[in-house]
């Protein structure tokens, strides 16, 4: 069956979803991929979960399974429905919320992944904001790096992404709320401190990077690659750069962080830029979130203030040029 009927279908299904307990049932199944643990998790009978799947697939009219070897795959039907049952099942939760928010006055609950760079830099400035306009108002965050906190919003388990704005495969909407540069860096007493360094100096030095998957570490590598120099040769891989400054100060290891960082005054009598020009990767920095998701007032509220510092962090960028 073409894809574009079945998205019909599970529009015009999809009120009827809301009051059965099928998708539920299917989204766990799903999440799982076996029908056994499934049902333990959901604390039914595995022949309960069976008969729960098979309704909502006539009910539907298509497969939502297939078998792949000893186990379960989602048809490309299935794994549709899995996406928008994760939307579903995240309005419900979004709904209840913004009724508690009415209801008692409270600032509500936002769940924000933040980079490891914009705890550094941007982040104390929002909840210090946050804390003097909404009192009342909960943050719940998420520390990773962009392919981590872009798989958490991809499941509804966070409502925006403060960092880097960086291209995915799914729609979004991105609002840059200021500039950032990232530049090589490492202590001061390392041995290219103070001094020009080439390509080729910087791969024979330890380095502490991100995994491959993260877009700024497939920069790197890009560079060293198109000039025809070895790879950084990476000691610590590392998941989340926020502890990455006091590591580069003790350890002698150089890194690729942003230039905010370096100028914060907890290091910057530890850190030093290494110079090379080449290695300066420009970025936009500000928040991102899942096209068509719907935005509790609380969340406008997070968007609408990083917005605000980031706007006071490019005036005040401005004014140092300036003197």
């Known amino acids: 069956m073409p894809s574009t009927i079945f998205y019909y279908q599970i529009d015009e299904f999809q009120e009827s979803m809301l009051n059965n307990r099928d998708l539920e049932y299917f989204v766990t199944a799903a999440e799982i991929m076996n029908l056994r643990l499934a049902s333990q998790s959901l604390n039914i009978t595995q022949p309960a979960l069976s ?9 539907l009219n298509i497969k939502l399974f297939k078998r792949a070897g000893r186990g379960l795959e989602l048809t490309e039907a299935g794994r549709v429905l899995y996406q928008r049952g994760l939307a579903l099942q995240s309005s419900y939760l979004e709904l209840g919320e913004i009724m508690n928010e009415l209801s008692s006055g409270a600032g ?22 946050l804390q003097s306009q909404v009192p009342n108002m909960k943050l719940e965050i998420q520390i990773g790096m962009n392919d981590v906190l872009f798989t958490l919003l991809e499941r509804h388990a966070i409502d925006v992404i403060i960092g880097p704005l960086v291209n995915y495969d799914s729609p979004v909407v991105q609002l840059p709320v200021t500039a950032d540069r990232v530049i090589v860096a490492a202590s001061r007493d390392h041995p290219l401190a103070g001094k020009p360094a080439s390509l080729r100096e910087l791969s024979r030095y330890g380095w502490i990077l991100p995994a491959k998957t993260v877009s700024m570490r497939q920069w790197l590598d890009k560079m060293f690659y198109e000039n025809h120099c070895p ?4 000691k610590v891989e590392i998941s989340s750069l926020a502890s990455v400054p006091g590591l580069i100060a003790k350890s002698g290891l150089l890194s690729f962080l942003s230039e905010n960082i370096l100028v914060e005054e907890e290091f910057l009598s530890r850190l030093i830029r290494i110079d090379n ?46 003197d």
Do not use: H, N
């Not at 928040?287 to 605000?308: C, Y």
């Open 51 to 59: 008969k729960s799947i098979t309704r909502l697939e006539k009910e």
């Open 108 to 129: 509500g609950i936002v769940r924000v992944g933040v980079s490891g760079s914009a705890t550094q830099f941007l982040l104390p400035e929002i909840c210090k904001m």
């Open 231 to 234: 790879p950084p040769d990476v």
């Open 277 to 322: 020009d080449q290695l300066v990767m420009e970025r936009r920095v500000g928040i991102t979130w899942l096209e068509g998701a719907f935005l509790s007032p609380a969340t406008q509220k997070v968007i609408d203030v990083t917005k605000s510092v980031g706007q006071k962090m490019q005036m005040e960028a401005r004014r140092i040029l300036e």
